[in-house]
């Protein structure tokens, strides 16, 4: 087994059943509750590969951290794709860039029916509505046990909101208590759907025609509005989707003659209250955004194309080639009242993966960023973690020499004072050592508090959260 970041897509191919892990340091008495993590584990269906990282199959980390203990299972999503491509040893289903040679018929119907869909759902979870769900960029929801990580079954809602491809970061709206999400509807008429998901259902926010559509992984919500980030990696011809013969994100191009889009919309009466151009550019992740009198600030992982979707190939990745590049933290200013959106450059450090305090400071002026990101002078993959001071424009980082940390997941602390008062969870690589673990870090500070070894190399996952009480 290579000795580097690769062992992070191995394929696992077995659940691994809750154990104990050691623990060094000292977790604080406070933080009790459940970290769940979701990520692509398997890469392969018999001799056949997912191609890209983003189509691995589904698989649950939990790390259970009570009374200064620490248990750890992992579990695949039971989802229809799981079942029938493991039992068969091929590829049935399309993802994001991967479109199993079928007969068109079945292709046309993979695109417009999501029930067609393998439903791997592999990028998220949330608590929405009092349910666990896993998330990926089809409609339909996986929900699961949080305390067993056991596969309950898809969530489907009775509704006339259609489409087919959603993001997985919906957010979450104290004011309107409501969960809120965006969902394009392809076909002779594209439309962005927003809506709020609340425990009685989805209700539509607005329904916003377009006829190239942008691919948006996630977007903003200020106390206001919401903030759609149309980058200028668009789909030119909308049907070519339905009768494509190139997987899903293959048929979007990045564009450089055409302008970036901020489209603002009241997230109460669905109107577009503002469009604003922005220089070209590409990003999977909004970080936060609020609003400063005639204007807007919306902080970005910012990449100045779409190349990075290209160098997140297994072939790629696993290959030696350089790493992926890694995004620019920046802060767009969005003039409502007209004119072009500008951006200056929050932090040299890299940063993806990007959490905050979400609780607290979603949509609100705000001092910390936290991401993961690539050491100055490294041609590596995500190789620190990084707290940029969005105020100050100073960063702290935290750093091992071999280890590949994910997604730095903010807990507060308990009646906290300072936004920063908590701690960075992290599932960290140790690539030296052929195992990972779990980093607790000060957030304060960016110093390890604690560890809890994984007996493995866990794959790297997307996104995960912490659920307090669970
Ligand atoms: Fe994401």
Redesign the pocket.
Known sequence: MTADFRQGFVSHTEDIERTSLPVTGDLPAWLEGTLIRNGPARFEAGPHSYRHWFDGLAMLHSFHLAAGQVHYTGRFIQSRQYARDTAAGSIHYSGFAIDPCRSLFSRVMSVFFPEETGNNTN??VARLAGRYLALTETPLAMEFDPRTLATLGVVGYDDDLTGQVTT??PHDDPDLHAGINLMTHFGPTTQYHLFRITATGRTRIAAIPVQQPAYM??FGLTQRYIVLCEFSFRLPHVLKLAFRTRPFIENFVFQPQQDTVFTVVDKVSGAVVARVPADPFFA??HVNAYEDGDRLIVDICAYEDAALIGQLYLDALRGPGGAPQVGQLRRYSVPLAGGRATWELLSTDSLD?PRIHYRRCNGRDYQFAYGAGGRSGTQDFLNQLVKVDVKQRTSRTWYAPGCYPGEPVFVPAPDAAAEDDGVLLSVVLDAAAGTSFLLVLAAATMTEIARAQVPAPLPFG??GQFFGGV
Request: net charge neutral.
């Open positions: 990028v998220n997985a970061h992984h996630s999977f992740h993966l997307f996104h």
